[in-house]
């Protein structure tokens, strides 16, 4: 097919944005291209977006894909409003060995051209950051400027970080080689030799409710860059922001001169289920997956001929041993419990406390104390409802719902929930976080703090001194697995332990947060989202170990 897109055209464009992706991975400096205020994109550019948001609904989203037998859709904003978008339902028979037939192309073109042209797809999208906000808005619940930055910039900049991964591991073996091997006074053994990355195969990306695109854009790009086809499967009740990526990832596929079925969307029917049936296919050979551990478990357990990377549930714990910043440390922990309604996969949720107290700059502090101010900060953030509704979100099910209706009955209620209203969208379920006192000195194996208690709930877990507190960190990380740690000290032995705890069990650490970083927010280019280290996750956003087995190298000998 002919190429609008030339890969010289491509390089001028992008190959600085490439250079300048590769130096921050090896540099970890903060870098971005995509722009996360909403004016830099033009004065229209708000109103373009919800524009084309708006003209969206109630549609059919027509990707032009083989094998599509019928039409699905049924999403529904957590805000109350119905999207009525139909997306087409594929059959796997037909679609897969579509997209398989393009990938011998693709794998020629090398690793350079493979960047640029997912780079072109991310710029593209970049351009549309206002109009996929609302979309993410309105299928994960998120408040609209989260969407916008979450779902939009910081989204692409996880899937830019994938890329620039995928092509330093590509890169580090030539592409070709002139062997030769002195023999004394006969003639040199001589060789030429051709070195290829050459892709895995068809790769299925499982997308979650909460974020979408942040989750879903690493595994998208890091196994299109290698070479790749990638089938998107949504979460069923968040279809449109990814299915509005494929849709401009196969239109610069094709103006590439590449095959558009290189990038698919299978979108499933109410019930239907059609992860689990996707995800044992034998062309099937890359998987990823952001949710539950029950899931991930089983593709980890079933899926045997695919490399599987998961992001699955762990228990996020702060220890609180002692700060020199009380009240700052107040109002950050305050803002991490209450941004998104806790629907967060790195939001705290167990805070161990020693039940004498902790020391502060405001004096000594006991359990009680501590428990009650930190109660206190969270209601002055959340008392206004308009900054509430900017920040809590909606609740994004009913299953958020009733967990945080239940937990009130575990111990006793430091902190109450209430009853946000949101006057733009009078059907959103919006409630603010409750914290729930528990005692670690209790003996018992079922401890609500034991297990993640997914939404806005969180549980002040008296412990008898910081050491168990980290005895107890240590067994929660090994067993059940963290995405986030945070801790608070003033002690350099207490923090020397704490992070001991931290790289003996692979969880990722923050210390001592108390301004305008938190410790349920990563930056791309520079943290890494997640270990693989631990049971909440068997891959990192991003490193080498991510994309590195998502190809492998095949060795092409010739005699010279």
């Known amino acids: 097919m002919a190429a609008e897109l030339t890969v010289p055209q491509l390089s001028?464009?992008?190959?600085?944005t490439l250079d300048q992706a590769l130096s921050a991975i090896r540099s970890r400096a903060y870098w971005s291209p995509h722009p996360e205020h909403p004016k830099a994109y033009g004065?229209?550019?708000?109103?373009?977006?919800?524009?084309?948001?708006?003209?969206?609904?109630?549609?059919?989203?027509?990707?032009?894909?083989p094998g599509t037998d019928g039409w699905t859709g049924g999403e529904v904003s957590p805000y109350g409003p119905e999207l009525g978008v139909e997306y087409p339902h594929a059959d796997p028979d037909v679609l897969l060995p579509a997209m398989r037939a393009g990938m011998g192309a693709w794998r020629d073109a090398g690793p350079e051209a493979r960047a640029l042209v997912c780079i072109e797809i991310l710029a593209r999208i970049s351009a549309r950051t206002h109009e996929f906000a609302h979309a993410v808005m309105h299928t994960s619940g998120q408040a609209f400027m989260?969407?916008?930055?979450?779902?939009?910039?910081?989204?692409?900049?996880?899937?830019?970080?994938?890329?620039?991964?995928?092509?330093?591991?590509?890169?580090?073996?030539?592409?070709?080689?002139?062997?030769?091997?002195p023999q004394g006074k006969r003639d040199p053994?001589?060789?030429?030799?051709?070195?290829?990355?050459?892709?895995?195969?068809?790769s299925l990306m499982i997308g979650c409710n909460t974020f979408p695109t942040w989750n879903g854009y690493p595994g998208l790009f890091a196994s299109l860059a290698t070479g790749n086809a990638v089938l998107v499967k949504p979460h069923p009740r968040a279809v449109l922001p990814l299915a509005l990526t494929v849709q401009v990832a196969?239109?610069?596929?094709?103006?590439?001169?590449?095959?558009?079925?290189?990038?698919?969307?299978?979108?499933?029917?109410?019930?239907?289920?059609?992860?689990?049936?996707?995800?044992?296919?034998?062309?099937?050979?890359?998987?990823?997956?952001?949710?539950?551990t029950k899931f991930g478990d089983w593709l980890e357990a079933n899926?045997?001929?695919?490399?599987?990377?998961?992001?699955?549930?762990g228990v996020n714990t702060v220890v609180l041993d002692s700060t020199d910043d009380y009240k700052g440390m107040l109002s950050n922990l305050a803002f991490s419990l209450s941004l998104?309604?806790?629907?967060?996969?790195?939001?705290?949720?167990?805070?161990?406390?020693?039940?004498?107290g902790i020391a502060t700059d405001a004096g000594h502090k006991s359990y009680d104390e501590v428990v009650a101010d930190l109660a206190a900060s969270v209601d002055g953030l959340l008392g206004d409802d308009a900054r509430a509704n900017a920040l809590l979100g909606a609740l994004v099910n009913g299953d958020v719902k009733t967990r945080l209706e239940a937990a009130a009955a575990l111990g006793e209620v430091a902190l109450a929930s209430r009853e946000v209203v949101n006057p733009e969208f009078p059907g959103a379920v919006v409630r603010t976080p409750v914290m729930v006192k528990l005692d670690a000195a209790k003996p018992d194996p079922e401890a609500a703090y034991f297990?993640?208690?997914?939404?806005?709930?969180?549980?002040?877990?008296?412990?008898?001194s910081t050491a168990d507190a980290l005895d107890l960190l240590r067994r929660t990380v090994r067993e059940k697995g963290a995405m986030t740690v945070g801790a608070y000290t003033t002690s350099e032995d207490t923090e020397r332990a704490i992070e001991e705890v931290c790289l003996e069990e692979s969880a990722q650490l923050s210390l001592n947060l108390t301004g305008g970083v938190y410790v349920n927010q990563t930056a791309a280019f520079s943290d890494f989202h997640g270990s693989g280290g631990n049971p909440a996750a068997n891959a990192a956003l991003c490193d080498g170990a991510f994309v590195a087995n998502r190809f492998r190298v095949v060795e092409v000998r010739r005699q010279a």
Request: charged residues 25%; hydrophobic residues 40%; proline residues 7%.
């Open 43 to 65: 004065e229209s550019a708000p109103a373009d977006g919800l524009a084309a948001f708006e003209a969206l609904r109630g549609t059919r989203l027509d990707l032009g894909q």
């Open 451 to 464: 297990s993640e208690c997914f939404g806005p709930v969180s549980f002040a877990v008296a412990v008898d």
């Open 340 to 356: 998104y309604s806790g629907q967060m996969c790195t939001t705290p949720q167990n805070l161990l406390i020693p039940r004498d």
């Open 250 to 292: 196969r239109a610069v596929l094709a103006e590439a001169g590449f095959d558009p079925n290189l990038v698919a969307l299978a979108v499933e029917r109410p019930g239907e289920g059609i992860a689990k049936s996707l995800a044992v296919r034998p062309e099937i050979k890359l998987i990823d997956y952001t949710g539950s």
């Open 146 to 181: 989260m969407a916008f930055q979450a779902g939009g910039p910081h989204a692409q900049d996880r899937g830019l970080e994938a890329v620039a991964y995928a092509y330093e591991e590509q890169t580090r073996v030539p592409g070709r080689a002139d062997w030769s091997k």
């Open 12 to 16: 001028a464009k992008h190959r600085p």
């Open 303 to 313: 899926a045997r001929q695919a490399q599987v990377y998961t992001e699955k549930a």
């Open 189 to 202: 053994l001589a060789l030429g030799k051709t070195f290829t990355a050459v892709p895995r195969g068809i």
